[in-house]
């Protein structure tokens, strides 16, 4: 099992000096993925994928997402040719997280769609159809959708590598969507959906992807996890929403518990205090001892 190790940060638009520190000392970390949060309708916030440009132009190893981009204000078409692009120009090291949509009045004040979940969810699964038609050279892309349709577009073009369509999906139907037509479940953070949901949602998705006739083992499945690393152990409560406050040893118990227990892969830690001390505490403390931890 190979296992992966992210950070998320919040593209503040006061704060993108930091950011892209920030970023460059987790690829000189080695850390695996650095996640950019998006949400456009956020005043404070700059955009997304302007971001994530500046952050593969500085980084040399590392791979970037949204996490998760908002496909009601991108248009899947369009989504298609930015990741592509992205992944060109990094060598191969963009990837694809994928939102149905939240905040809908917020959506709408920006003149989006105010869509139901079950609308939602039908124009994701329309969204992955055109994206990755987009990345087929040579095709003539067409899609009739309620609410997407392209009608003739000429695709391409391709990206440097199978770029990974990871979704942020919480409920039974979206989640089984992962398991038939996602490369990756992006577990949303405990607000969205808590800890003690995390286990049937996983059932959830494997059996989906059984059912559809593909190996579950070949999705995804990433742990967003939020909290603090602390220099004196804490006492850790997987339930609800609650920060996981503890020291690097119990973090990579942690980890190794969701690892073995709930079948992550992939761990993305969102500091309750970001900056260059907690990501160091992650990548230099946390990081190494839950591999020792896994590796064992």
């Known amino acids: 099992m190979i296992y992966r190790f992210g950070v998320q940060l919040a593209p503040s638009a006061s704060r993108l000096d930091e950011l892209l520190s920030l970023a460059r000392l987790a690829d000189r970390d080695g850390l695996d993925l650095l996640g950019v949060q998006d949400h456009p309708y956020a005043a404070d916030l700059a955009d997304t994928f302007a971001v994530i440009a500046a952050a593969l132009a500085g980084t040399e190893r590392l ?80 899609v009739t959708g309620e609410h997407y349709t392209v009608n003739g577009v000429h695709a391409g073009p391709a990206p440097a590598h199978p770029v990974g369509i990871w979704i942020g999906s919480v409920g039974p139907k979206a989640l089984a969507l992962t398991g038939r037509a ?37 999705i995804t499945r990433m742990a967003q996890l939020v909290g603090d690393v602390t220099d004196a152990p804490g006492t850790v409560r997987l339930q609800g929403e609650e920060p996981i406050r503890t020291d690097a040893a119990g973090w990579a118990r942690v980890i190794a518990g969701l690892a073995t227990e709930t079948g992550f892969d992939t761990f993305v830690y969102w500091p309750e205090n970001p900056g260059e001390v907690q990501l160091r505490r992650w990548t230099q403390e946390v990081v190494p001892a839950a591999r020792a931890l896994l590796g064992a």
């Open 182 to 218: 996602g490369d990756g479940w992006a577990a949303p953070i405990p607000h969205y959906l808590p800890y003690e949901a995390w286990r049937e949602a996983q059932d959830t998705i494997t059996r989906a992807a059984r059912d559809a006739g593909r190996d579950p083992s070949a």
């Open 63 to 142: 791979r970037v997402f949204p996490d998760v981009a908002s496909l009601p204000l991108r248009g899947p078409a369009m989504l298609g040719k930015q990741a592509a692009t992205l992944d060109l120009l990094s060598g191969g090291r963009f990837e694809l997280a994928l939102g149905a949509g939240a905040y809908w009045p917020a959506i709408a004040a920006m003149g989006g769609p105010h869509r139901t979940n079950p609308q939602a969810l039908h124009a994701l699964e329309e969204a992955i159809e055109i994206i990755r038609a987009m990345w087929r050279p040579g095709e003539t892309v067409r």
